[in-house]
């Protein structure tokens, strides 16, 4: 059961005027209402080992919910085998922020690795991406992002490029590597704006100009972990999100040579198939329990309870990012009233695909 705070009653209190929704604490069950219960959101993950002997490569998407290429491109190797060395993906890192297609609906995930309180919300997801880096013990993690404009155009933009935060450290050469796969992928890059530069933070130095990427991922995993990391960024700014996965694509591709992990359908493969999977918008639904009896509940469906109904949605039927999401509510939590009548979407990431109307009776 979710624990509300002092924060969270705090941002109660500003939303009962306005939406008459309730959290637990602070509901007096009389009158006409609705409870719902919603499940945990899940944390996808999958590791996979090849029959030959090879590297280990750790993939972390979707840190940041508004940079749906890098979590897409990194729900494509969740599909894929892998025949040469070990892979374990994590697509979507911060789910409450992609379902909300905000940077961080909680603050900025990529900031909380060097400290968190205990009262965040992103702290249980904090810890479970420490956990998955130091029990998989990868060669190289690889964090995925769709960073502001073009780097090649101007250094300040963090868009198309590799980052890297120092040109080597412990032994790790990371600038040379960063250099090695940027120029293959540049070989591939018709648009010279596209090109992707490598872009050195110099996290470490006393002058850098990013002191806050010390409370990043990557940097907890260089200096806690001893271990390589880098971001690949992408541009917000390409035309598509097409695009956007594809210029991940070619820049996983290089790193998984480098560090010798092979995967089938191989990564020429998965490019030149890029949006051939379309997701048919019809095939939803949601099993639930509402008053002790289950139901499986279709998209799209206007479903009619009695005033005092417990409503609980169990599982959602779709491919994965999706998610049921109450409309007006805080995404964090997992349990709460309303008083009026109550819709939620059905939701692939950032995509609304359909809606559920629930009306008091
Ligand atoms: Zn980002």
């Known amino acids: ?17 306005l939406l008459t929704v309730i959290p637990v604490s602070a509901f007096a069950r009389t009158g006409r209402y609705m409870h719902f219960y919603l499940p945990p959101k899940p944390f996808e993950l999958n590791v996979k080992h090849g029959a030959k002997k090879g590297g280990r490569i750790l993939v972390i998407g979707g840190i940041h919910g508004n940079e749906p290429g890098g979590y ?52 249980i997801q904090v810890q479970r991406i420490k956990q998955v880096i130091r029990d998989f013990k990868p060669d190289v993690l690889l964090s995925l992002h769709d960073g502001y404009g073009f780097n090649s155009i101007d250094t300040r933009y963090w868009g198309q490029s590799v980052v890297i935060d120092a040109e080597r450290f412990l032994g790790f ?24 530069p490598v872009l050195n933070t110099r996290t470490f130095d ?24 880098f971001c690949l960024e992408v541009s917000k700014q390409l035309p598509n999100l097409k695009i956007k996965v594809r210029h991940h694509l070619l820049m996983l591709k290089e790193f998984f040579s480098i560090f010798n992990v092979e ?18 918008k019809d095939g939803f639904s949601v099993d639930m329990d509402i008053n002790g009896k289950e139901v499986n509940v279709d998209a799209g469906s206007t479903i009619r309870v009695p005033s005092a109904s417990e409503i609980k949605m169990l599982s959602i039927n779709g491919p994965r990012g999706t998610f049921i999401v109450p409309s007006g509510v805080n995404l964090n939590w997992q349990r709460f009233f309303v008083r009026h009548d109550m819709s939620f979407f059905i939701k692939r990431d950032f995509e609304r695909l359909a809606r559920i109307r629930f009306v008091i009776a």
């Open 72 to 123: 897409r491109a990194s729900d494509m190797l969740m599909d894929v085998d892998v025949t040469k060395g070990s892979l374990l993906i994590v697509p979507r890192s911060n789910f409450t922020s992609i379902l909300a297609f905000k940077r961080g609906y909680n603050g900025d995930m990529n900031r909380k690795f060097a400290g968190i309180g205990k009262d965040d919300p992103d702290l």
């Open 1 to 17: 059961m979710v624990d509300y705070g002092r924060r969270e009653l705090v941002k109660v209190l500003l939303h009962v005027p």
């Open 173 to 196: 050469e990371l600038g040379d590597v960063a250099r090695q796969v940027a120029s293959a992928v540049n070989r591939k890059i018709k648009v010279k704006k596209w090109h992707i």
């Open 206 to 229: 006393r002058d850098t100009h990013h002191p806050e990427q010390r409370r990043s991922l990557t940097f907890f995993t260089l200096t806690q972990c001893h271990t390589r990391a």
């Open 263 to 280: 995967i089938s359908p191989d990564f020429d493969t998965l490019i030149s198939g890029l949006g051939l999977n379309h997701v048919k």
